[in-house]
């Protein structure tokens, strides 16, 4: 699969499998990716894709010179393929071309050198279809020397690619292309070659040959100028799309009018709906004015009702404190009473028994005054209990 040439090197990568390096310089002219842009642009976002045609020149590089892009079996946005055809005429027309100028060996020989596709307002980098159609045709070289180049129409970018494992690697086409006489006479050999064929099988089957920068000499040999055809196309195009984007100014200062009517009749509906709320707002403050009143006459009474009960509670606390004062007084007093009393009681009751016995002792009646005594001393709780009797009462 892979070629054996001594120009690859091999590295050994950790899991000992070999791989490629490609350091083959590329060229690529601005004038390739100018043309396929121009082509590829009015397609919009659908893809397209094409083949490169080259050689490699004496410092080893390769140089894409030419290409073409052939009628797309598919073509989505994000997706492009060509019948493999296109790869044997192409082949076919080189060997046809590589004859020109005979066997001189300075003449670089003609070769399919690259593939060319769009990536229309998605940017420059190689999917993961990308990366396997690039291997693909590396494989299919004999000494690896394959090219990427991708488009963007939309956003006008271009990326050169020279290794499929670094799909975010790229340069950009630049410059222009100085050939020798004989290798230009081999390009223009293949370019009139592709035109037999598309005289053959049709505008559709070939829509759009790269000349590069042999365009001149291309087209001075009576042959169409796609890329001129292509700009008119693109300058229809831009025509038409000015129409619809005059039709679109229109249908917006349409719309415009239409909309400045529903301004009015929203400011119509503004006002009535202010005016509605205006009358609600008017009979909520009316309300509220009332609820206020309300709430302060509450308040005013309630007031009046505290003032009372304070004043209550005040005449409350000064009659308690008084009947407080009063039954302190009435105990006071009673106290000193029963006090008083038990003192007279106990004076008189003790100067009556002393009395008593003196004058029983002065008759000499010792036993009787004796009697007299312990019969005192014995009737003591019954003199007591006879308190009552002196009117002292709780
Ligand atoms: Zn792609």
Request: proline content about 3%.
């Amino acid at each position: 699969m892979m070629s054996k040439s001594s120009k690859l090197k091999h590295k050994k990568t950790r899991k000992g499998r070999k791989t490629h390096e490609f350091l083959f310089d590329t060229i690529v002219p601005s004038s390739i990716v100018e043309q396929a842009k121009a082509f590829t642009a009015p397609r919009g976002r659908l893809e397209m894709g094409g083949l490169l045609i080259g050689h490699v020149d004496e410092e080893g590089r390769n140089v894409c010179a030419i290409g073409f892009f052939p009628e797309q079996i598919e073509a989505t946005p994000g997706y492009c393929e060509f019948d493999g055809k296109w790869m044997a005429i192409s082949a076919n027309a080189i060997s046809h071309a590589n004859k020109v100028g005979g066997d001189d060996k300075k003449i670089p020989n003609l070769r399919v050198i690259g593939w060319i596709h769009t990536h229309p307002d998605i940017g420059i980098f190689l999917s993961g279809i990308d990366v396997k159609t690039f291997k693909q045709n590396i494989s299919y070289t004999k000494d690896g020397r394959f090219v990427a180049v991708v488009v963007d129409p939309l956003r006008e970018e271009n990326g050169v690619f020279q290794d499929p494992n670094k799909p975010n690697k790229f340069s950009a086409a630049t410059g222009s292309l100085k050939l020798p006489e004989g290798l230009k006479e081999r390009y223009l050999s293949f370019l009139a070659n592709m035109e037999d064929v598309r005289n053959k099988q049709g505008k559709g089957a070939l829509p759009f040959i790269i000349p590069g920068d042999l365009r001149s000499e291309h087209t001075a040999r009576g042959f169409n100028d796609d890329y001129t055809e292509t700009y008119f196309l693109g300058f229809h195009q831009i025509k038409k799309e000015f129409h619809q984007f005059q039709e679109r100014i229109s249908k917006m200062a349409m719309s415009n009018i239409e909309n400045n009517n529903d301004i009015r009749n929203v400011g119509k509906q503004q006002k009535n709906f202010e005016s509605s709320v205006n009358d609600k707002f008017q009979y909520l403050n009316e309300e509220v004015q009332k609820i206020t009143n309300d709430i302060s006459l509450l308040y005013s009474m309630v007031e009046k009702l505290k003032e009372e009960n304070s004043l209550a509670l005040k005449q409350h606390a000064e009659a308690t404190a008084a009947a407080a004062k009063a039954a302190e007084a009435a105990r006071f007093k009673r106290g000193q009473r029963a006090q008083e009393t038990q003192q007279s009681f106990i004076y008189w009751g003790g100067l009556n028994l002393i009395n008593q016995i003196n004058h029983l002792l002065s008759q000499g009646l010792v036993h009787d005054a004796q009697k007299v005594l312990s019969s005192f001393l014995f009737h003591m709780p019954e003199n007591q209990r006879g308190d009552k009797q002196l009117g002292v009462t709780e």
